[in-house]
């Protein structure tokens, strides 16, 4: 198997809003694909969400799984960098369990439905095999370059 691109070399988010450390599988078709988030809890969110008790914000969690969904989009639709995914929509959000300094978050996306402007996707980030959050996302592609 070619070993992947990183996430860097694909996605337009850098720290600190990249929340993708690695990409550890993408199926042949590009439609599925699995990564890892590190916490290491020397992130700043969790000085604040919660002092006493650092806690994963859900919206983090979820903007993760959509920089994995964004990952399998860019390399299968616009490996020139011409286009961007934007979130169009996020349907059926569901946080199932908490997500701490020092967990491993394990993320995957399967993409549904595509078309040149637009598509859909399930996905998942769980710790330890356990689902802690899930959701169905919709999201435009853009033109990469400034709007005007």
């Known amino acids: 198997m070619a070993e ?22 993408l199926s042949a078709d590009g439609n599925r694909v699995r990564g890892r988030w590190y916490l290491t809890g020397e992130e700043p969110f969790f000085a604040g969400h919660f002092p006493g008790r650092p806690t994963l914000p859900g919206v983090l969690m979820l903007e993760a799984v959509a920089q994995l ?15 961007l995914p934007l979130f169009g929509g996020v349907d059926n959000v569901r946080f199932r369990r908490q997500v701490l300094p020092g967990d491993t978050l ?17 996905g998942t980030a769980s710790v330890g095999g356990q689902i ?3 959701a ?4 435009v592609l853009v033109d990469a370059g400034n709007p005007a």
């Open 106 to 122: 394990d993320l995957a996306v399967e993409l549904g439905r595509r078309s040149a402007r637009a598509g859909r996707g399930h």
């Open 4 to 25: 992947l691109p990183t996430p860097e070399a694909v996605l337009p988010h850098r720290p600190p809003f990249l929340f993708l450390d690695e990409v550890v599988e």
């Open 132 to 134: 802690a959050c899930e």
């Open 136 to 139: 169905d996302l919709l999201f």
């Open 69 to 83: 969904g964004a990952y399998a989009v860019l390399v299968r639709a616009a490996p020139d960098r011409s286009k």
